[in-house]
């Protein structure tokens, strides 16, 4: 059965730092999500990872996939206010199955 | 092109009656799925769909009917609500074409509050 973990599940931080939030999983796959959701708000989608070593960036964010390791990562660089939010890391093999989540808050 | 339309945004039930809640998509879509949001926690799988006519369970199907007669279609049924049923509900839907993955597109969601 597929699991997913993220942490941490909770991030406070402060603008300027770099910090980066993990997502295992538990099967084989190579399809690996990460979404943003905004309280009270829908899913938006950040990346979608498809391969070993696919890496992916969008500003501030990058984010990395090991199916290897069954690990991703999510690298803030220079975190920023506006990228408070809650981020949730998926992954698919015949359905899509999420984490945890980590709120992230950063502050001044 | 409206993508996944979920309807109503908000409801109120009474404990033991029943609704349905509407997911459609209109982007020909294979796979369709419904996930529950717990306050604080993540996405919960309650059902999915790989095209007309087939459904399967997710994490959390106890409660929960579906069905799958048409690609736009993939309405969720709640036959006789529960307090514990109290959540936000998001439909999701999203294919692939020729080993290309195009992402899952997540409707807006359905509050849901059972007294």
């Known amino acids: 059965e597929l699991k997913v973990e993220q942490n941490p599940l909770f991030l406070s931080m402060q603008e300027g730092k770099n910090y980066t939030i993990y997502c295992n999983y538990s099967?084989?796959?190579?399809?690996l999500y990460w979404y943003r959701q905004d309280p009270g708000k829908s899913l938006e989608s950040l990346f979608v990872l498809l391969s070993n070593g696919a890496v992916k960036q969008e500003g501030r964010l990058m984010a990395s996939l090991d199916t290897k390791a069954r690990l991703s990562t999510l690298h803030i660089t220079a975190a920023v206010h506006d990228l408070s939010a809650t981020y949730f890391c998926?992954?698919?093999?015949?359905?899509?199955?999420f984490g945890t989540g980590t709120r992230l808050q950063v502050f001044p | 092109n409206a993508g996944v339309t979920q309807t109503p945004k908000f409801q109120v039930l009474k404990t033991g009656q029943s609704m349905t809640l509407q997911c459609a998509q209109d982007?020909?879509?294979?796979?369709m799925s419904w996930y529950r949001q717990d306050p604080g926690m993540g996405l919960r799988l309650i059902h999915y769909?790989?095209?007309?006519?087939?459904?399967d369970q997710g994490e959390v199907p106890n409660g929960y009917n579906v069905s799958r007669s048409t690609t736009e279609d993939f309405p969720l049924r709640l036959l006789s609500a529960a307090p514990s049923q109290t959540s936000v509900y998001f439909c999701?839907?999203?294919?692939?074409?020729?080993?290309?993955?195009?992402?899952?597109?997540f409707g807006s969601g359905t509050r849901l509050t059972v007294v």
């Open positions: 999701a839907s999203s294919y692939f074409r020729q080993g290309r993955d195009y992402g899952y597109t």
């Open positions: 982007m020909n879509h294979e796979y």
């Open positions: 998926a992954v698919a093999d015949t359905k899509l199955i």
């Open positions: 099967t084989t796959s190579d399809r």
């Open positions: 769909s790989v095209g007309a006519g087939i459904t």
